[in-house]
């Protein structure tokens, strides 16, 4: 490539914010056509800010997942999470901010307040479109959100069904400032195998379990060695009760043999390499509502 290309090139970070449960873990990985980000059916699933980057031949956007913003819950972990978005939201060229079509709720107009004191370009994405029928009732609900706000574009998009994804980036690589690449062309995202192999553990729970329990476990790997060709992992799930413990582990194990097996697959896929999986589950009491408990599961500012 020669340097006069490389100096029209657009990049930048673009931080996807929102309440939980929107899609923005979905979006990312949909715009990126790779999962970099795990997502559930359930609000909260992501915990931490995750870069997923891409790179074209014009462009590279530096996406930045954020845990959905909840100002109901006063956990040390919700606050974490809070902070951790919060802060993405300074830090960015753009925001992207997701609500979902034909919903605006106070939890929505929280978050745009809090987005607004940080003064960014804004876009705002309309997500799950593919549920709006008929499709006409977008237009009214497009119209009075432009009227009573100040977004400098609005761009309805299903991010499960791929749906209008080009237009969004576009919308944001045009708000991003002329620049050389700010991370290697081939590097996806900034986190690493352990981080990834924790994150599929954790899905494969949340998605088995209900009530309080997801919210109340955290996954450790413990130990990740590649041996023979193998990748041998093996990973504590730290629950607060011994009644969580129980119902993680399941009748006879059954549930927590379920989640080993597909977290190891899907493992398997990913790292192209055959894995060994051990899973323990271990009780620290109320470790979501102390900051030295946090600190030590990763949950680091
Ligand atoms: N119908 C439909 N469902 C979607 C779409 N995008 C995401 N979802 C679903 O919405 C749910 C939440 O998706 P996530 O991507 O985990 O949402 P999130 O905003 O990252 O949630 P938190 O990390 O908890 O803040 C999942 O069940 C997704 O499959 C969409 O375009 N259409
Ligand atoms: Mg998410």
Redesign the pocket.
Known sequence: MTKDTESTLRCGFAAVV??????????INALLRRKV??????????RHRILGIKSTSDAQIVFV?T??INYAETRALNRYMNRAAHGAIEDVDVVVF?VEALKWSPQDQRVEERIEESKRPTILVL?????VRPRSKLLPFIDKLAKDHDYDEIVP?????GENLEALESAIKSRLPQSERLFPEDMLTDRGDRFVAAELIREKLILRLEQEVPYRLSVEIEEMVARDNVMHISAIIWVERPGQKAIVIGRKGELLKQVGTSARREMERLFGQRVDLRLWVKIKDEWSDNDRALASLGYLD
Do not use: E, H, M
């Open positions: 929102g309440r939980p449960n929107v899609g923005k873990s979905t979006l980000s795990i997502t559930s059916p359930k609000p909260q699933t992501t997942d845990p959905g997701v997500n799950k479109v593919d549920r998009v299903s991010a499960r069904r």
